[in-house]
């Protein structure tokens, strides 16, 4: 479950130099994390092909830590994942997300209900830093000083940002579904 | 910040909360209507965000990834690698799989007609190509395609999964070239086997292909069909004989 740390080393024991148990390892911590990293890096970067850019890499980078019999887990995968979105958003020439973007982000899921088009519309006017950190405490249930930590900021920053993002989120969504 | 801020702080991170914080706000809010309408609105507001995450993977990541790690000799451990991709067009992206060994075997007669691997194939692949060709199957060492009708390809993944997956699902892949089919961009669909237990996700777009399906939803046209064994990650590539 993203938010707690899982030590996808210890899963089975294997000792972590034997290649098939790290690629076990690798399968394991895909079945944890693929889906959620997905939402993550949507929200981050409003595109698909970059979504499976990043959860590549970052899945491969996953594997390399298994094989030299480091721990991975989620903060440390959403960490590389987020670095890797950075890296996209500064190829485009968009290091913070424009509103033309922020307007893109696409609803790929068969059923968009007019409840979470508008939650979706009024993320989008959130500022991308108010929109991480209120998807990865609300959504992935993680906890400040995780996401400080992911982040780089420090914990009291981190709940700072959230009750402002709240705040913020608040006043948007209310418009939205006024 | 006076008291009253420092609850409503606490208020946008309750879930987190422990201990004393919890007493404390708790206690707060038994006594501050606002505070109470506060976390209530915030309630609300998680139950509106929650859905945004349910956003499904890329279609084929998982592949793409074991492919990627399958690829990588075992001396390179530790080096520097890109991605490699899911590289259905590549010579020697994919190969073979045990899985498909029993697959084909347990197949036989439902319009497998060739072969063909990758010749750098890790040693338990290499065995079950072996053991393949013994069987009669002509095994290339090129790249990894097995020529199956659409309706074989069903078989195949219904019989051999029978038991270990709940479901097939298919998804629309545009424009996918291959050797297979001259290098020409073709439709196909890629097939994920899904293990019991596993949440059934269906993509957009995605045709759900169980045991009472028929036939007709797959497409009458080309094809590449993987399978996948979702549980170990395997997969195995599979082109469609009649292909247009």
């Known amino acids: 479950m993203p938010g707690h740390d899982v030590n996808v080393a210890e899963i089975d024991g294997v000792h972590p130099s034997d290649k098939a148990s790290s690629r076990d390892r690798l399968v394991e911590l895909m079945n944890r994390y693929e889906h959620p990293l997905a939402g993550y890096l949507l929200v981050l970067l409003a595109d698909r092909d970059a979504v499976r850019d990043c959860s590549q890499e970052a899945f491969l980078r996953a594997y390399e830590n298994l094989e030299r019999g480091k721990v991975v887990n989620s903060q440390w995968l959403y960490k590389v994942a987020r670095n890797q979105a950075i890296d996209q958003l500064r190829h485009r020439g968009r290091v913070r997300v424009d509103d033309g973007v922020l307007r893109t982000i696409e609803a790929p899921e068969p059923v968009a209900s007019d409840r979470i088009t508008a939650v979706r519309r009024a993320m989008a006017m959130l500022s991308p830093d108010d929109r991480e950190i209120l998807y990865l405490f609300v959504v992935d249930r993680f906890e400040t000083a995780e996401i400080a930590t992911m982040l780089g900021i420090r914990a009291g920053a981190a709940r700072v940002r959230l009750h402002r993002a709240r705040e913020r989120f608040r006043a948007v969504y209310g418009k939205e579904v006024a | 910040m006076n008291r009253h801020d420092r609850y409503r702080r606490l208020v946008a991170r309750q879930a987190e909360l422990k201990g004393q914080d919890v007493r404390s706000l708790e206690a707060h809010l038994l006594a501050c209507s606002e505070c109470r309408e506060l976390a209530a609105g915030y309630d609300a507001q998680d139950a509106a965000l929650r859905p945004l995450g349910q956003v499904y993977p890329p279609t084929g990541l998982r592949a793409a990834v074991l492919a990627s790690v399958d690829q ?172 247009a």
């Open chain 2, 72 to 243: 990588r000799p075992r001396a390179r451990r530790g080096a520097s690698w890109g991605k490699a991709g899911f590289s259905m067009g590549r010579p020697g992206g994919v190969w073979l799989t045990s899985a498909l060994a029993v697959a084909l075997l347990l197949a036989g007669g439902v319009g497998v007609t060739t072969l063909i691997s990758n010749s750098s194939s890790p040693p338990h692949v290499a065995r079950t190509q072996l053991a393949l060709a013994r069987k009669g199957y002509t095994v290339i060492p090129t790249h990894a395609h097995v020529l199956v009708g659409p309706q074989a390809a069903r078989q195949v993944a219904l019989a051999f999964f029978s038991g270990r997956v709940s479901a097939v699902t298919l998804a629309r892949v545009e424009n996918i070239r291959t050797p297979a089919f001259g290098n020409q961009g073709r439709l196909c669909w890629l097939v994920s086997i899904v293990p019991p237990g596993s949440p059934l996700v269906a993509p957009p777009g995605n045709t759900w292909l169980d045991a009472a399906a028929p036939s007709s939803a797959l497409s009458p046209t080309g094809y590449i069909v993987v399978f996948v064994d979702a549980k170990r990650g395997n997969f195995v590539l599979a082109s469609s004989a009649d292909s």
